[in-house]
């Protein structure tokens, strides 16, 4: 489905993306995970053949995104960053007059907007102005708007980026239900557990290149440890503990406000610290995320 | 071409929505226009060039309606597409190219002069104001006006930034030609040195051709000559867009 080596995107002399190579098969859900800045967008306008690939090589869908834009576009949905529904449209005219871009006659394209609303849940919003409509229900319209021409690829820059819990929930149970039906989907995301929850594979991207490449799984098993512990020490700072529970766990993050010990067994860790003779004011143990994964590549949070 | 029809279908959806708000301005403002000054002040003087103030006014607000028409839906709306609805990004998107973009939306801008003309030649027909069979051309010539204005103003708009430009462009040309460019009164009338900008004026052309139509009368250039004049307007303004939103929907 897409395929690149080396891919560059450079805008004057700020290099964005920097040199990666991306395999992504079909059927898949794969994931870019990445803070923002990381390149992530950037990457998703040249799949989307919206933007022109400084170096390196790009296929889509087996063809080529310079010369055959046009023909990939109309096999691709397309779900951008920032939504460009049309406001003063009724959502219904915004699925129709979508679907008119890749040339689906009219009847046609009306009977796969009741069917795409229905499926993302806005039937009764039909006849709505797409104005009034809530954050959750605008990016909704946005996905149905994507799956108007069938598409073999759907791209989501930031799905759920700025929704509040159930929205977000509910966002995802419909991509997974897409997912399901066997379309190819390819997201960005800075939320660790949106990743984790959809994609089959990702990659970890931060400042234009890839850090990691696997499954979420896979990922926590090579880069962190089965658990993590949360230390916080009242008012001392965390890293002033980094000498003094050296050798406890496999590794030792100070954040500003909490210490992360990485250990296997979460437990004996905890028990060894309090063996010392130091009694943290809060501790909690739990599984690794890929949010300590990136931590880890990194030596940053994902999201600040 | 299909995709050129789905961006005029979409400027048409999106009018049968708004279309209450520029009922004053397309339908109402201009048949003002013709009973105020045409019957008003026409009232009050001979008439021009041998015929009623009225008869002569009247084709020049057919023109001057389709040039503000064209010019005014080509600045906020052009640009908010690129800047707050992102309406063009989403059609980036599509398989619908560039070109369709600028075509699609050329082609509503001709429908959207062409209602508002035959609108205001039936009422200007009621008033006795209409001469000539030759009549029939015009909402061509203002289709034709239309295009020659419409298209180097969405390049512009689709260059600026800022909406404060438009303050400019209607402060510096689209006033000024409006008031100038023989709508209300003879360029023969502005000293020597002015008439030259008047010509230069897209609106004058169009306004002489209507004039030279509603009244049955020859035009004060050849026709083909006044045409060609648009149409280089229509043809270079759509290459300005064409280029202009290239470099802003590529990177
Ligand atoms: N059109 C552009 N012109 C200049 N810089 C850009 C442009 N688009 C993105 N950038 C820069 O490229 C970097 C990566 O941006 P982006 O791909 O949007 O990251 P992400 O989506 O991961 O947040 C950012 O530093 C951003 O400022
Ligand atoms: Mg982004």
Known sequence: ?304 | MDGTLAVFNRAIVSYRRLWQASVFSSFILPVLFVLSIGIGVGGHISGVDGVSYLDWIVPGVLASTAFQMAVGESTFPVLGDFKWVRGYHAMRATPVRIADMISGYQLYIMFRVVIASVVFLGVSALFGAIHSPWVVFTPFVCALLGVAVSAPTSAFAATIENDSYFALLFRFLVIPSTLFAGVFFPVSQLPALLRPLAYASPLWHAVELCRAATLGVAPPWPVAAHLAYLLAWAGLGYLLALRAFRRRLSD
């Open chain 1, 1 to 304: 489905m897409i395929h690149a080596r080396g891919l560059v995107k450079r805008f004057g002399d700020f290099t964005a993306v920097d040199g990666i190579d991306l395999e992504v098969a079909p059927g898949e859900a794969f994931g870019f995970l990445g803070p923002n800045g990381a390149g992530k967008s950037s990457t998703m306008r040249m799949i989307g053949c919206v933007s022109t690939p400084t170096a390196g090589e790009l296929r889509i869908l087996g063809m080529d995104p310079v010369r055959e834009g046009p023909a990939i576009r109309g096999r691709l949905g397309v779900c951008p960053q920032t939504d460009n529904l049309d406001p003063d449209l009724t959502v219904f005219e915004n699925l129709t007059t979508y679907a008119r871009y890749f040339g689906i006659p009219r009847a046609e394209g009306r009977r796969r907007a009741a069917e795409l609303l229905e499926f993302v849940q806005l039937t009764e919003k039909s006849g709505s102005t797409v104005d009034p409509l809530s954050g959750g229900m605008k990016r909704r319209l946005s996905i149905a708007r994507a799956m108007i021409n069938e598409p073999d690829l759907v791209l989501l820059d930031e799905p759920t980026t700025g929704l509040d819990p159930q929205a977000r929930h509910l966002l995802w149970e419909r991509l997974f239900r897409l997912k399901q039906r066997g379309v190819t989907l390819v997201l960005t995301t800075h939320y660790m557990d949106e990743a984790e929850q959809l994609c089959d594979r990702l990659v970890v991207m931060d400042a234009g290149k890839i850090v990691a490449e696997g499954s979420p799984r896979h990922l926590i098993e090579t880069y962190s440890t089965r658990e993590v512990v949360e230390l916080r020490f009242g008012d001392d700072a965390p890293a002033t503990y980094v000498e003094k529970l050296a050798g406890i766990g496999e590794r030792l993050d100070p954040l500003p406000d909490r210490l992360l010990l990485y250990s296997d067994d979460g437990d004996a860790a905890v028990n060894e610290v309090h063996r010392r003779g130091f009694t943290p004011s809060s501790v909690l143990v739990r599984r690794s995320t890929l949010e300590d994964v990136f931590l880890i590549l990194t030596g940053r949070t994902l999201v600040d």
